[in-house]
């Protein structure tokens, strides 16, 4: 473990997805083109949920989790020109990063790299050790996979955009500056990403219908997200009325749920975008696509680029996120609340200050 720091973090052990104080080396020490990130603030999404209890992919344990992360630079890489120390930066799904060399990674694809290494939970076969999230006091990144946060923007506000918000500005970039008139939108799901997508295609004049299973949040999505309109999936006058009218819906729901309830809202040849990550099977009937001529189409995160590229329209924009800030401490409360739907509409865990844990008899060092 020779130039590897010791660092602190919460960890979960096992399916159950209870997270405890751990501590560990860094998977590496900085490198010639690394940055070492102390970290300040953290996003948590519901993909965490999922790999927390093994239900996405195979989780190796301990698992250190989450994925957006806002944090200042502590030491830079010899070889480093990217940032310099005193920096606020951010980090999303990659840390180490992608191949560089292939066609996806040449034309700013690098998110469907085959080599693509995430991260946290993600076997790099160095060490035996799997890649460990923000949920540490510190962590070593390549300078391509960290972007400089405008200093404008609040930390905290800015963490759900590293992952959430990419995720749905990525595939909404498209519409803009179509040339079709006004496009009229719908958001599926009013949660973590969903909330980001109103706000996001909002700002890009978009009109935005917000389809959600719960009534309650009708008021709070017209009056404080500026959206359009609401339907409420399980009225069908409702849903009626809306049959035809959007250009597109980003369906941001990470649930098992059936894309037959809303392939008839779209107009002829528009698409319906998946990007929320549901553990099971989507089911749709094929008639629903070919009548209309209507698109089912997926897309995971973004490009550093597209990253980079948000970070600024939000702040061009004068944009706000609605997040919760909670402690370290809250983090097993949090994800309980997280899993009912209790957040409005994402949380941010404040990881200033971090302090050496007490290493019980469930947290161990790993050498």
Partial sequence: MEGRKLVTGW??????????????????????????????????????????????????????????????????????????????????????????????????????CQSRIFTYNHDTNKDGMPTRGGFSSAMVVHQKFVVKIPGKLAPEQVAPLLCAGVTAYSPLRQFMGSGKGLIKAGILGLGGVGHLGVIIAKAMGHHVTVISSSESKREETLEHLGADAFLVSSD?????????????????????????????????????????????????????????????????????????????FWAEKGLESKVEVVKLDYVNKAFERMERNDVKFRFVVDACGWQQPPLNSSSRSLH
């Fill in 11 to 112: 960890a979960a052990r096992d399916a159950s997805g209870i997270l405890s104080p751990y501590s560990f080396h860094l998977m590496r020490k900085t490198g010639k083109e690394d940055v070492l990130i102390k970290v300040l603030y953290c996003g948590m999404d519901h993909t965490d949920l999922h790999h927390m209890r093994n239900e996405i992919l195979s989780t190796r344990y301990p698992l250190v989790l989450v994925h957006e992360v806002v944090g200042e630079v502590g030491e830079q890489g010899s070889e480093g020109t990217k940032f310099k120390v005193g920096d606020i930066v951010g980090v999303g799904c990659f840390i180490i990063g992608s191949c560089g060399e292939c066609s996806l990674c040449q034309s700013g694809m690098e998110q469907y």
């Fill in 236 to 312: 069908a006058d409702e849903m009626r009325r809306a049959m035809g009218t959007l250009d597109y819906i980003l369906d941001t729901v990470p649930a098992p749920h059936t894309l037959q309830a809303y392939l008839p809202q779209l107009k002829v040849d528009a698409k319906l975008i998946v990007v929320g990550a549901a553990p099971k099977p989507l089911q749709f009937e094929a008639n629903g696509l070919i009548l209309g001529k209507k698109t089912i189409t997926g897309s995971f995160i973004g490009s550093m680029e597209e990253m980079q590229e948000l970070l600024d």
